[in-house]
């Protein structure tokens, strides 16, 4: 799952300052063209910011042409898949975090080259989207997370606990019967992907993909998903279910993304909000999303393309072309696009993010069965154990795993 920042104007200033790094290589890739598969571009802004990267490279390395191939993002994936069976797929190209470990165990694409990255300079939770048994199959471009807004009206200073936000929705929800401690996430795939996070502020993983170990109806998870179930006594679903409850007042805390942020102060000016990192139990945790780099394994020219993602990557550049795919940079020492005072959560946030499990059917357990499974504790149909105990073993069948 991927959303946009929007930060046009940022963007278009910072064309100007992309950095041209990468050194000459002897004339080695002089003369070839290498093709590059990326989603459609944001906006115009975003679409210079490629488009400089990509004469800065070639300009450091004579010779080379890259070639942008642009695709609408609800296609991307259909289109790619096509060119893998037909054997057609381009040298390099974006792949969302979660079909890294698909198409790695299957062959697809390449390992990424010892030597070629640092990789204590880049977020972990980023680089590790990138991991499937072990081992690294890409770089990542961009990435993004969710934390917790709060209507500072009726939460002056944000919970940093998971009791201590159950307490701040409690006393909401007291001093006003119409309005929601707290717009609890709900049983779909979007609460399915946040819901990781929450379990690793218990200090609690979802799988144990090594182990082939299915780890989310243990007590991490079923107390993640009890905390949810809890909030619901604050926050009645009659409240929540209303269009925008956060936004009209009607909840004082959601969670949600740097992309809900403009779009808050543009449509609810009156609003008088702040964000903050997610309450956890245990230690501070959180969910990530983003976009991820890798090299295929017909590339007819993978050490040039390796170079080039590592350019996308690197420090002089991943700022610019973070921001021109709709997140944050995923190297340190990137430079990060200004932002109102609400950015600083989000990159505290993403310091302590978890990479999904490296598990080619996660998108699927994800929205058929974690999802689900939220939506029936919440709903009173099963209690978090047993919705979660159903789950876990719906999972082991579908993955053949018997831990």
């Known amino acids: 799952m991927s959303r946009g920042l929007v930060r046009g104007a940022v963007v278009a200033a910072l064309v100007s300052g992309l950095a041209a790094c990468g050194g000459n290589d002897g004339g080695r890739s002089a003369g070839k063209?290498?093709?590059?598969?990326?989603?459609?571009?944001?906006?115009?802004?975003?679409?210079?910011?490629?488009?400089?990267?990509?004469?800065?490279?070639?300009k450091a390395n004579p010779g080379v042409t890259v070639k942008l191939?642009?695709?609408?993002?609800?296609?991307?994936?259909?289109?790619l898949g096509s060119a893998v069976v037909s054997k057609s797929a381009p040298?390099?190209?974006?792949?969302?975090?979660?079909?890294?470990?698909?198409?790695?165990?299957?062959?697809?694409?390449?390992?990424?080259?010892?030597?070629?990255i640092t990789e204590a300079d880049y977020y972990k939770g980023a680089l590790d989207t990138n991991r499937a048994n072990g081992k690294l199959y890409g770089l990542p471009q961009d990435q993004t997370t969710v934390a917790l807004f709060y209507n500072r009206k009726l939460v002056p200073?944000?919970?940093?606990?998971?009791?201590?936000?159950?307490q701040v929705a409690a006393r909401v929800h007291a001093a006003d019967a119409n309005v929601a401690?707290?717009?609890?996430?709900?049983?779909?795939?979007?609460?399915?992907?946040?819901?990781?996070?929450?379990?690793?502020?218990?200090?609690?993983?979802?799988?144990?993909?090594?182990?082939?170990?299915?780890?989310?109806?243990?007590?991490?998870?079923?107390?993640?998903?009890?905390?949810?179930?809890?909030?619901?006594?604050?926050?009645?679903?009659?409240?929540?279910?209303?269009?925008?409850?956060?936004?009209n007042g009607l909840a004082a805390m959601t969670i949600s993304g740097p992309w809900d942020v403009p779009t808050i102060k543009e449509q609810f000016p009156d609003l008088?909000?702040?964000?903050?990192?997610?309450?956890?139990?245990?230690?501070?945790?959180?969910?990530?999303?983003?976009?991820?780099?890798?090299?295929?394994?017909?590339?007819?020219?993978?050490?040039?393309?390796?170079?080039?993602?590592?350019?996308?990557?690197?420090?002089?550049?991943?700022?610019?072309?973070?921001?021109?795919?709709?997140?944050?940079?995923?190297?340190?020492?990137?430079?990060?696009?200004?932002?109102?005072?609400?950015?600083?959560a989000f990159l505290e946030q993403l310091k302590v993010a978890h990479a999904r499990p490296a598990v080619p059917q996660w998108i699927q357990v994800n929205d058929e069965i974690i999802a689900p499974a939220i939506e029936s504790a919440l709903t009173g149909k099963a209690t978090a154990q047993q919705a979660l105990a159903d789950a876990a073993g719906k999972t082991r069948s579908l993955l053949g795993w018997n831990g």
């Not at 989603?39 to 070639?58: I, L, N, S």
């Not at 299915?214 to 006594?233: H, I, S, T, Y």
């Open 33 to 58: 063209e290498l093709t590059f598969w990326m989603y459609q571009d944001r906006t115009p802004q975003a679409g210079q910011v490629m488009d400089q990267v990509r004469k800065d490279f070639e």
């Open 272 to 344: 008088d909000f702040g964000v903050a990192p997610l309450p956890y139990k245990s230690e501070p945790a959180g969910n990530i999303g983003g976009e991820d780099s890798v090299v295929f394994s017909t590339s007819k020219n993978p050490d040039l393309a390796w170079k080039w993602l590592a350019f996308l990557a690197g420090a002089d550049n991943n700022g610019a072309v973070a921001d021109a795919f709709g997140g944050f940079p995923v190297h340190l020492k990137a430079q990060v696009p200004a932002g109102g005072p609400e950015q600083a």
């Open 69 to 79: 191939v642009k695709i609408p993002k609800d296609d991307y994936n259909t289109k």
């Open 157 to 166: 200073a944000p919970p940093k606990t998971w009791d201590e936000l159950k």
């Open 91 to 116: 040298d390099a190209g974006i792949l969302d975090q979660p079909l890294v470990s698909k198409y790695a165990l299957d062959g697809t694409i390449k390992e990424v080259p010892a030597g070629l």
């Open 181 to 247: 401690g707290m717009n609890v996430p709900k049983g779909d795939g979007y609460g399915a992907w946040m819901f990781p996070g929450i379990v690793h502020g218990a200090g609690g993983e979802m799988v144990d993909d090594a182990g082939k170990k299915v780890l989310f109806d243990q007590p991490p998870a079923v107390e993640a998903l009890q905390l949810w179930v809890d909030l619901q006594k604050s926050s009645p679903r009659k409240i929540t279910d209303s269009d925008k409850p956060f936004e």
